[in-house]
């Protein structure tokens, strides 16, 4: 029987308690750190949409800004620390859908809190997660320590630094077939709010200027909103307490993200 007294249309309506969802995410879900994604300029040749490879402010188009700027702006931090409810998926293609399973294609599912805006090409970084890379890099001898990360550096720079983070270096080989170990080599430094963990050669040791060499470690994956699949996003229901006064609230966000090296424009 509908409610039909004070003007309230007649059905029953229900409301969810988006504070419950806020709660098991955070008791449940990992940490992350979000940034958002921002198209460069260089990017302004709209009919082919292309990126500049000449441009020294982006890698592959795309540049990355702290989500939480507008309230966040005395801080150099380019992320947000975001809890997210974290699960694994695989193609069905007898269904051509994605459905939960064991982590084997590189793709996930992500569920964050309602008032977490995310969108296309955002990126998060599993800080507590571990992922293994490999990647060969040019010895630039002018600084004892190898740089980290691609964005902001031109493309030659990007050549002598990691990609990612390193936590561990499992094994480093040069083209000369010289290996080199952790404790005799080189060391990893201890990374802080600001600066990453970073290889330091010992001085006179290491790959010569200009030469070669193949590392594996592991570092943090990094995370892209590569296909932005989101569910109900917000639902009209009467307030706790107000029956019939109709509020909009905020519910969790799921999303499909990509580890950034497998995503056709990588992040």
């Known amino acids: 029987m509908g409610l039909v007294d004070k003007g309230v249309a007649?059905?029953?309506?229900?409301?969810?308690?988006?504070?419950e969802f806020t709660r098991a995410i955070e008791q449940h879900g990992l940490k992350f750190r979000w940034s958002r994604a921002l198209l460069c300029t260089c990017q302004l040749n709209a009919a082919s949409e292309q990126y500049d490879p000449t441009c020294t402010k982006c890698y592959d188009g795309w540049l990355y800004i702290n989500p939480l700027y507008r309230i966040e702006s005395h801080l150099p931090n380019k992320f947000a620390l975001i809890s997210a409810v974290f699960s694994?998926?695989?193609?069905?293609?007898?269904?051509?859908?994605?459905?939960?399973?064991?982590?084997t294609t590189g793709q996930a599912v992500m569920t964050v809190d309602g008032h977490n805006a995310v969108a296309y090409r955002d990126r998060f970084v599993g800080i507590e997660q571990r992922a293994t890379f490999t990647q060969v890099l040019l010895r630039d001898t002018s600084d004892v320590k190898v740089p980290v990360g691609w964005l902001g550096r031109t493309r030659e720079k990007q050549l002598t630094a990691f990609r990612y983070e390193p936590l561990e270096i499992h094994y480093a080989e040069d083209v000369n077939d010289n290996i080199f170990r952790v404790g005799v080599d080189f060391k990893i430094t201890t990374p802080t709010d600001l600066v990453p963990s970073q290889v330091q050669w010992v001085v006179g040791r290491?790959?010569?200027d200009g030469v070669a060499y193949s590392v594996s470690y592991d570092c943090r994956p990094v995370w892209v909103t590569d296909d932005a699949q989101f569910g109900v996003q917000h639902s009209i229901g009467p307030a706790a307490g107000i029956s019939g006064a109709n509020v909009v609230q905020n519910l969790p966000r799921t999303f499909k993200v990509e580890l950034d090296w497998l995503t056709e424009r990588r992040g």
Request: proline share 17%; hydrophobic share 30%.
């Open 206 to 208: 290491g790959p010569a």
């Open 88 to 103: 694994s998926i695989a193609f069905d293609p007898t269904r051509h859908e994605y459905t939960p399973s064991a982590w």
């Open 10 to 19: 007649p059905g029953v309506q229900s409301r969810f308690a988006p504070d």
